[in-house]
């Protein structure tokens, strides 16, 4: 069973516009942690964002917030105002405690911020 | 910068010869990993390493083998390449924050 849902393969939106891309996540442990990470058209992965289990409040920071919900297993992605640099795959992953910290990978989704 | 190198970063080879892929950090972190990205796949990990000579499967390690001989060097081959290896290859490590970060890939072509 896939750990790491996102079930948004391909968003367009235009320049300016908000978009929040979704990531749903199963495991059994009490203790994980979720990521965000970004990869731009260069390839390169980006680190974004980590979140412990225990920790629900939001974060935001500049342009970018997320929202981590126990209840619907979910952490999501908000982009506000978005940029043609904001273009690129964004991955959502999962690390469960006592694993060798091994991540669980989304799919990804393909952002295109249209100018 | 977490200070991660791979060579090479592109190589073309044929199928059924050896290939070896090396990851190099410069930090000194304990864990070490090797995913491929695959379109429709994310990254997938093939093998991960928690110390010198300690390593362990992922989930998609059949027809990888991986060496760790020294903190810095993390070693994915490919015994005998096949056409479904090609792939991008990422190697990765995981700070005391438990994030991981990631080498900047190998294009992987078998022809």
């Known amino acids: 069973a896939q750990k790491v849902t996102q079930a948004q393969t391909e968003i367009s939106v235009v320049e300016k516009e908000d978009v929040t891309l979704d990531c749903v996540y199963e495991t059994r442990d009490t203790t994980y942690y979720l990521f965000w990470y970004k990869q731009p058209p260069s390839g390169e992965l980006v680190f974004l964002i980590r979140r412990n289990s225990f920790d629900e409040q939001n974060e935001i920071s500049g342009r970018y917030s997320w929202n981590f919900q126990k209840s619907t297993s979910s952490f999501n992605f908000t982009i506000t105002a978005s940029q043609v640099v904001d273009s690129a795959v964004y991955f959502c992953?999962?690390?469960?405690?006592?694993?060798?910290?091994?991540?669980?990978f989304g799919t990804g989704t393909s952002l295109t911020v249209i100018p | 910068d977490a200070g991660i190198t791979q060579s090479p970063r592109h190589k073309v080879t044929e199928t059924g010869t050896p290939v070896t892929l090396r990851c190099h950090q410069t930090?000194?972190?304990?864990?070490m990993y090797w995913y491929r990205q695959d379109p429709g796949h994310g990254l997938r990990l093939i093998h991960y390493?928690?110390?010198?000579?300690?390593?362990d499967k992922g989930e998609v390690s059949d027809g990888y083998s991986v060496s760790r001989s020294k903190t810095e060097d993390f070693l994915l081959t490919l015994e005998s390449a096949t056409s479904s290896q090609t792939s991008v290859y990422f190697c990765?490590?995981?700070?005391?924050?438990?994030?991981?970060?990631f080498g900047p890939g190998t294009r992987l072509t078998v022809l």
């Open positions: 390493s928690y110390g010198v000579k300690d390593t």
């Open positions: 930090e000194n972190h304990r864990y």
């Open positions: 992953a999962l690390s469960e405690a006592g694993t060798g910290n091994q991540f669980y």
């Open positions: 990765a490590i995981s700070d005391r924050e438990f994030r991981q970060f």
